[in-house]
Nanobody
Framework: QAQPVESGGGLVQAGGSLRLSCTASGRTFSSYAMGWFRQAPGKEREFVAAVSWIGRTTYYADSVKGRFTISRDNAKNAVWLQMNSLKPEDTAIYYC?????????????????WGPGTQVTVSS
């Protein structure tokens, strides 16, 4: 069963930008909301952003609102997270996840399929 796979992480200076990608082969996620979460060392997993199945509705954590943008292209079976004005506190492993049927929101317990994660490190 195909899982989503993240890419695009890396090391960037504060104020810089990164664009994370999430793709999957062998499985389509076009009927489900998608989300991005992150987890920093010693901290709990944190919701970052979500996009509805058709891509018209988005939802962000207050900590990233105005800096991050989530988008998707169902024809490409892909989801992206554009991260601008990055801060050191954005440093974490970022995960892409597929929501359960009919769910749209930030509760990680409502997401069934998770990618392995990609490391984002923001230096001060």
């Amino acid at each position: 069963q195909a899982q989503p796979v993240e890419s695009g992480g890396g090391l960037v200076q504060a104020g810089g930008s990164l664009r994370l990608s999430c793709t999957a082969s062998g499985r389509t996620f076009s009927s489900y909301a998608m989300g991005w979460f992150r987890q920093a060392p010693g901290k709990e997993r944190e919701f970052v952003a979500a996009v509805s199945w058709i891509g018209r509705t988005t939802y962000y954590a207050d900590s990233v609102k105005g800096r991050f943008t989530i988008s998707r292209d169902n024809a490409k079976n892909a989801v992206w997270l554009q991260m601008n004005s990055l801060k050191p506190e954005d440093t974490a492993i970022y995960y892409c996840a597929v929501a359960r049927s009919y769910y749209f929101g930030g509760d990680f317990r409502q997401y069934d399929y998770w990618g392995p994660g990609t490391q984002v490190t923001v230096s001060s």
